[in-house]
Every structure is written in C-alpha cells, then in structure tokens.
C-alpha cells in the first residue's frame, strides 16, 4: 500500500472563495484520482489525474471549477474554486497501485470542506 | 455500464456474532471487486479484493468475502463481529480488462456492532 496525506484536513470557508487541496504520496504513482462524497452518500469522481497530461473530468465536473495540478509522480492538487454551500463535502485523493490488472485504489484520509 | 448494489442501508448484528454485508454487481466482463470501510472522520481503507482464482477471499481484520458468479454477489464476511467493526462499508465494482477501468463504488452499509 501506499502513505498519503492530504492538506488540510478540514476548513471552513465563505462562499466565493476558492480552496486549494493537496495530496502527497510516499511513493512514485502513474494514475492519481480526486473524489467528492457528500454528506451521506457515496464516492463520486470527479477527475483522474496522470503526470504528464490534463486531467480527465467525469461528467458534471470542469475543469474551471475544479482545477488540478500534477506536476510529478508524487503530488497533486484540487482547487475548489468559487465556492457556494453546495460544495460543502469530504474530498479524497486515491492513487492506484499495482500492476499486471491486479491494481487497487488507495485513499487519503480526505479533507472535509464547509463552505458558508 | 457497470453498477454495484449494497442492498441494506444498516446492519446491526450483536458483538461475537457472525456478520454479513451483501453486495451484488453488474459488470459486461470479468469483474474485479473490492470491499472498503471508513471509519468516523476517516478515510477509506482497502480490507480486500477479487481479482480472479478462488471465490473466498481473505483481508484485513479477519473479514473475508465470497464472490459467486452465478449470483453476481460479493458479500463482506466476519465469523465473530467486534464493537470496533462498526464503520460504513463500501463495495466497488470495475471491469477487468482493457486496461484501467473507473471504480464504481456502492452507496455504502452502515454496520453497527452491538455490545
């Protein structure tokens, strides 16, 4: 498995405003992932984010909204950019480790966002 | 499109006794499968996979699942459930082949462990 952390672990933040998440890995990973888990629900992707390349954005979500960097193997980040109360939510980082399809996705330990 | 199903929101089963949290899938190839827990105010963590060979799969904290073809289930197993099993547990759900496909993850079960 791998460490990750995640900066900060929680905020609270006034509507317009934007939050930058950061996401660092103890180990070199190809594919990285950002997701949103409402309050009670499920995992929902909001985009994967491989070294090299622009993110991928899953439907629903852009990229003005919700900027990501990655600029190495190691680290990424999520903005949540001019935020309103509905943006109020945990966000995950998950690398995915392994090879030869037998690869799973690991989890930070999320940043909870209440925006006022 | 591939789905997963956990059909119970909750599940309650008594400290000492054996617990089940079912799972069901749908998949257009091979599926591969994976159960996780979140504890309050934490993360997700991995406890086991299926990927292919034999049908039990062993994880982490004793758990162990059983993945049926037939039934297109995935159900969590533990012999002996602890007050410190409670947490939410999320079944997921990829196609394996072509290469990486997106997870998709089920609504989650709430289990609650009683002392």
């Known amino acids: 498995s791998a460490v990750i952390s995640q900066k900060p672990s929680r905020d609270i933040c006034q509507r317009g405003t934007s939050l930058t998440i950061q996401c660092q890995v103890d180990s070199q990973v190809t594919m990285m992932f950002w997701y949103r888990q409402q309050p009670g629900q499920s995992l929902t992707l909001i985009a994967t984010a491989n070294q090299g390349s622009e993110a991928t954005y899953e439907s629903g979500f852009v990229i003005d909204k919700f900027p990501i960097s990655r600029p190495n193997l190691t680290f990424s980040t999520l903005t949540v950019s001019n935020m309103s109360p509905e943006d109020s939510s945990i966000y995950l980082c998950?690398?995915?480790?392994?090879?030869?399809?037998?690869?799973?996705?690991?989890f930070g330990p999320g940043t909870r966002l209440t925006v006022l | 499109a591939q789905s997963v199903a956990q059909p119970e929101d909750q599940v309650n089963v008594a400290e000492g006794n054996p617990l089940t949290v079912k799972c069901t899938y749908s998949?257009?190839?091979?599926?591969?499968l994976f159960w996780y827990v979140q504890y309050p105010n934490r993360g997700l963590q991995f406890l086991l996979k299926y990927i292919t060979g034999d049908n039990l799969v062993k994880g982490s904290y004793g758990f162990e699942a059983e993945f049926n073809k037939s039934q297109t289930s995935f159900h969590l197993k533990k012999p002996s459930a602890l007050v410190s099993d409670s947490a939410l547990y999320y079944c997921a759900v990829r196609e394996g082949s072509g290469g990486y496909q997106k997870v998709t993850f089920g609504i989650g079960t709430k289990l609650q462990v009683i002392p």
């Open positions: 998949v257009s190839g091979n599926p591969y």
């Open positions: 998950s690398v995915l480790l392994g090879t030869g399809g037998a690869d799973t996705q690991y």
